[in-house]
């Protein structure tokens, strides 16, 4: 009954676990009533299992703070999974204009990652035969087109001449063929690190 009380205050669901994050450091799981580390929280993650962490004397939902603590871990334990090109483009989004529509739009994009990962992989075991990044890429172009032209009217809209399609066209198959060489030395690595 206490549980349920404190999940009311705290606003989840009862399949979410509630993690309080003490002034000690400490996070305690309430669902298992044991102490855990950042890693069983990333481990959880992995394993889908909803959680929100909670300040334990504040009551404050601090999950997104403790989610951003794991990456920033997984990045410096020699995980690192984002290009400093990407984290330096992310940091100029705060503060600009398009900066709402960001969460949804990098969300989007890695769901469509996700979906799409066994083909990638089989896409890669095929030496890129039909590329299925080139589709996720068009889809990802495809959102941004639109975002841009719900916040910046005008942007993204139809090429007036057939100078400016044809230009168009030829920057989209200069993207393609640079993520095709960028994923061909991928593939090179990949090959040698499997020697």
């Known amino acids: 009954m206490a549980r349920k009380n ?3 205050a705290m606003n989840v669901s009862e399949d979410t676990i509630v993690i309080k994050k003490y002034a000690n450091r400490r996070l305690y799981n309430t669902a298992s009533s044991s102490y855990i580390t950042l890693e069983d929280l990333a481990s959880m993650v992995r394993e889908n299992v909803e959680f929100a962490v909670f300040d334990a ?27 400093v090109s990407f984290l330096r483009q992310l940091i100029s989004m705060y503060g600009n204009s398009m ?20 083909e990638i992989r089989e896409a890669f075991e095929k030496g890129m035969a039909n590329n299925p990044l080139s589709a996720i890429h068009e889809t990802n172009m495809a959102m941004m087109r639109a975002a841009a ?18 230009d ?6 200069a993207e393609i063929a640079a993520l095709r060489e960028q994923m061909a030395a991928m593939q090179k690595k ?5 020697k």
Do not use: C, W
């Open 149 to 166: 032209q719900t916040f910046i009217p005008g942007v993204g809209g139809k090429p007036a001449t057939k100078k400016a399609q044809t």
């Open 190 to 194: 990949l090959d040698e690190l499997g």
């Open 99 to 118: 900066q709402s529509m960001m969460p949804s739009y990098l969300e989007a994009t890695v769901t469509n990652f996700r979906e799409k990962q066994s």
């Open 57 to 83: 004397k504040s009551g404050e939902d601090i999950t997104h703070s403790i989610l951003t603590q794991i990456i920033m871990d997984e990045e410096a334990n020699g995980e690192q999974m984002l290009p």
């Open 6 to 8: 404190a999940d009311a």
């Open 168 to 173: 168009q066209q030829d920057g989209s198959n």
